[in-house]
């Protein structure tokens, strides 16, 4: 049985998709279009609030998780963080506080 955390990629809708899609080598040029396509799967994505998730609690820096960017995530990250809470020891990130907007198509 899969851990209840880990089991959301198994329904996640980029799981037949080209990953190369949702790591883009810039943020500029053709990789504006790459990131497009990779945010349009996301919005119809069934678990894209467990995606978005699991990318803030790990700290993803590369990549499209849960229909936002790493310059879109880094805010989140940054809010609230204390000096403890870039301890290489810690496990998880600190709670994000995100606007419900940002979690929906």
């Known amino acids: 049985m ?14 037949s998709c080209e ?4 790591f883009p080598l810039s943020s500029s040029g053709p990789a ?10 996301c919005a119809r994505c069934p678990v894209r ?6 990318a803030l609690r790990t700290r993803q820096v590369h990549g499209v ?3 936002l960017t790493e310059q879109e995530r880094y805010p989140a990250w940054s809010h609230g963080e204390r000096a403890d809470d870039r301890r ?4 998880h990130a600190p709670q994000a506080r995100l606007s419900p907007r940002a979690l929906t198509p």
Do not use: N, T, Y
């Open 2 to 15: 899969l851990d209840a955390r880990s089991d959301w990629r198994s329904a996640a809708a980029c799981q």
């Open 65 to 67: 998780w849960g229909g």
């Open 49 to 54: 609030r467990e995606c978005l998730a699991f």
């Open 19 to 22: 990953p190369d899609l949702f």
């Open 88 to 91: 290489p020891d810690r496990l």
């Open 32 to 41: 504006v279009e790459q990131i497009a396509r990779a945010k349009e799967i």
